[in-house]
C-alpha cells in the first residue's frame, strides 16, 4: 500500500509545541528542583524533564528547518526525524546561529541529549542497552551507564534556541495544517434537590 503523503505542518505550529514543551519542562524543574536530590547528581523527575527538553528541542529545530522550506518529507525523515545533532547541523547549515557559545553550548547539550533519547531512554528503562563491566558489588545489578548534561544546563540551552529561532520563525510562519483539538468532557450528574416543602 503506497505511504500517504504528509501534510505539511506550519513552522509556527512547531514552535508553539517547543514553547508548550519547554514551559512544562521549566515548570516541573522547579518542582523537582524542590524535592531531594536522589543522589549528588541526580534530580527527582530527572527522565520526564530531559524527555521535554529533547522534545521541545525537536520541534523547534524542526519549526527553523520549515520556516526556511526545508521539505517536510525531509524533516521526518528515519535520517533527520527525531535525530537532534542531524536537527541541528542541518538547521546551522542553513544559518541557525543561537549565540556566541552555541558550538559550545547547544553544540554538546544536543549530542549528550541525543545518545539518550536515541533509543527512547528517557521513556523507557532501555533493556537492549549494554550493561558496562561488572563494577558493581556483588549481587547487586549492573546497570547501563549513559552520558547526559546536567539538567541545569539543558534548562539553559533550549530556551535560547526556542529564542534564536523565534525571529526565522516570525518572518515565514508557513501555511502548513496546525492540529485541531477537540476535548470531551464526561456529563455533568444532574444534583437532585428536594421538592419544595419537604
Known amino acids: 500500500m503506497p505511504k500517504k503523503p504528509q501534510q505539511p ?16 519542562a521549566n515548570e516541573l524543574f522547579m518542582v523537582a528542583d524542590a524535592r531531594p536530590k536522589i543522589s549528588d547528581h541526580s534530580m527527582a523527575l ?32 528515519r535520517e533527520i526525524g527525531h535525530n537532534l545533532p542531524k536537527l541541528y547541523e542541518r538547521s546551522r547549515s542553513l544559518g541557525l ?14 549530542p549528550l541529549l541525543h545518545s539518550e533519547n536515541e533509543k527512547q531512554g528517557f521513556r ?13 558489588p556483588p549481587g547487586s545489578i549492573p546497570l547501563p551507564s549513559v552520558t547526559i548534561p546536567d539538567l541545569s544546563w539543558v534548562r539553559e540551552a533550549i530556551p535560547e534556541l526556542i529564542r534564536a529561532v523565534e525571529p526565522h520563525v516570525r518572518d515565514n510562519p508557513g501555511t502548513g495544517v496546525a492540529k485541531g483539538i477537540f476535548t470531551f468532557s464526561r456529563p455533568v450528574p444532574k444534583t437532585q434537590t428536594k421538592p419544595s416543602g419537604a
Open 9 to 24: 505542518v506550519s513552522a509556527s505550529a512547531f514552535l508553539r509545541m517547543a514553547r508548550d514543551y519547554a514551559d512544562a
Open 97 to 110: 546561529v543561537i549565540g556566541p557559545d552555541d558550538r559550545f553550548d547547544i553544540g554538546n547539550v544536543v
Open 124 to 136: 523507557y528503562s532501555n533493556p537492549g542497552v549494554p550493561p558496562p563491566p561488572p563494577l558493581v
Open 46 to 77: 530527572s527522565s520526564p524533564l530531559y524527555f521535554l527538553y529533547c522534545h521541545a528541542a525537536e520541534s523547534a529545530f524542526k519549526a527553523f528547518l520549515t520556516a526556511h522550506s526545508v521539505p517536510m518529507s525531509e524533516i521526518t525523515s
